[in-house]
């Protein structure tokens, strides 16, 4: 991550836009992994509340009203990044922070962000919070959404107004058919080296398509052409050969599959497919 060129004083209040020692926890190559020290986000899940703002762009919404993005809305992959937390949505209007400061929580930070931002992950979440926390800071201002400690929210009428914020990769916003395409595939190659580093073998990448939510073992063999989507499972040692379209199903161990549509169907350990078969609500 690149730093930003801020240099904005600290205030009394510890209103902070300093970035320089925002840094990502990546694995060393020079020091071995027992030397590094490993950061503590166990806190987070006790201490925060994670707010997302449902967030509307004109073109999106006209054009594309049920968008998902490798099988999830907008919204559902911000709300994976504060897994673990307790989670509230909202809607956007013109005065975010009195929104924000109406509500009742117990929690001693609160967490906001945008359902405009789907390359925002957990990994980020937990760097922005321990960062917050580890400045004792009372507000931390992001280039699409904030965090603030709850107390300190309730007791100010006026926020860091104008103030610069951190330009993050993860935070960028899909407001446009360019951006979403971006987005899409940045996602899908998540997706694809998530399965790989797995053990699952891939031919062909670029036209494998893999739903978030789809669960594959190690020792699958995916060939080229394939779709899978939704809530699928596929089991250990199954054979895709080119040309399936596999949604939300149940692939049992040591199938073959050749050329076929399979959904909402169960199919059976040792099960070989032919080519041109099209299975729906069945278990084989």
Known sequence: ?????????VAENQISMDFDSLLTQEESIVLPNTLIKPVNTDWIKDEVLFVVVRAYHDEIVKNMPDLLLCGKTLLDWV?????????KVIEDCEDIMARVRSISTSKQIIAVFYSDTPLFDKASFNHFCNYFSSRNMNFLKLSRGFIV?????????????????????????????K????????????????????????????????DADVEIESGVII????????????????VLESGNVIKNSIISNNVTIKSSYIEN?????????????RIIGEER
């Open 1 to 9: 991550m690149e730093k930003e060129e801020i240099n904005l004083l």
């Open 79 to 87: 709300l994976n990044a504060g897994s673990g937390c307790e989670r």
């Open 149 to 177: 400690k709850t107390d300190f929210l309730k007791s100010n009428v006026a926020i860091a107004q104008g103030a610069s914020a951190l330009d993050d990769k993860s935070l960028m916003v899909a407001d446009s058919s």
């Open 179 to 210: 951006t979403l395409n971006l987005m899409s595939s940045i996602l899908y190659n998540k997706i694809l080296n998530y399965h790989i580093k797995n053990g699952v073998i891939i031919y062909g990448q670029n036209t494998v398509f893999i």
């Open 223 to 238: 060939y080229p052409n394939n779709i899978l989507m939704g809530e699928s499972i596929i089991a250990g040692d199954v």
């Open 265 to 277: 169907s169960k199919i059976s350990q040792g099960e070989v497919i032919e080519p041109y078969s």
